[in-house]
């Protein structure tokens, strides 16, 4: 599905990511753990074909994410940025019909697919009852999740999503964990996350990325207290299933 080869990400004359040789398959869910300015968001941008790379490859399906049509590349991945600014009034049902059209063929619009295809996503999401309502009204935590229901009917291949949960109330924020790891049975999926405990939780694999070094695997491999307090330079402790701050 997806795999980098030494990809090195910059920022000016900064490295944030240096020598990343990963693979992801459909069927895995993985959290990129790592504090602020961190890279977390430029490595999805680049993954997504949205940044060049200052070194190195990014293969959707052993090809080039930059050298992928548009077209193919909409239905291999899509990616879900941290926050949306609306300019124009529309429906959140049209908002997220957007997203299907790489489906659609010609001047094809709005099939009795296409609208059950929304009507699910949105239910998915917990807003089905705000179809109609004007997406420049909705809250921060809301309009995220118009986003996410627009990443599930564009269903790419690959779902990028950075940092998912963070307008989210504490009951929305298990839900959308919960979700993904529900649609990473069907796609791979990539997701930017602080909580480490949500991402223990629910995540299948972690990319832990610290100062131009990176640790990645399963949740059991890479969470691990010394590793932890060497990237985000405090004390970290585990007990039962949650890890503290110490």
């Not at 935590?141 to 779902?159: D, K, T």
């Not at 998912?164 to 990539?190: E, S």
Request: aromatic residues 6%; proline residues 2%; glycine residues 6%.
């Amino acid at each position: 599905m997806l795999t980098t080869q030494q990809l090195r990400i910059n920022a000016g004359q900064r490295t944030l990511i240096n020598d990343l040789n990963w693979s992801v398959k459909p069927g895995e869910f993985w959290c990129v753990l790592g504090k602020n300015g961190a890279g977390k968001t430029s490595l999805l941008h680049t993954l997504a074909g949205a940044s060049i790379p200052a070194q190195g490859t990014v293969l959707l399906s052993e090809q080039n994410v930059l050298e992928v049509d548009a077209l193919t590349l909409s239905r291999r991945r899509g990616l879900m940025l941290q926050s949306y600014t609306d300019v124009f009034h529309e429906s959140v049902f049209n908002v997220v019909a957007i997203a299907r059209t790489p489906y659609r063929s010609g001047t094809q619009w709005d099939t009795a697919a296409d609208s059950a295809a929304v009507h699910d996503a949105l239910k998915r999401v917990n807003l089905i009852e705000k179809m109609n309502a004007d997406v420049t009204h909705l809250s921060g935590g809301e309009r995220q999740r118009v986003a996410l229901a627009a990443l599930i009917v564009q269903s790419p291949e690959l779902m990028l999503l950075d940092e998912p949960t963070a307008h989210q109330d504490v009951a929305y924020q298990f839900k959308t964990m919960n979700l993904l790891r529900n649609l990473a049975q069907q796609h791979a999926v990539i997701a930017s996350c602080h909580d480490i405990n949500q991402a223990a939780r629910f995540a299948t694999h972690v990319l832990l990325v610290g100062d131009q070094q990176h640790w990645q695997g399963s949740v059991d491999e890479v969470l691990e207290a010394e590793r932890l307090s060497q990237v985000f330079g405090c004390s970290f402790r585990h007990e039962g299933e949650s890890w503290f701050m110490q």
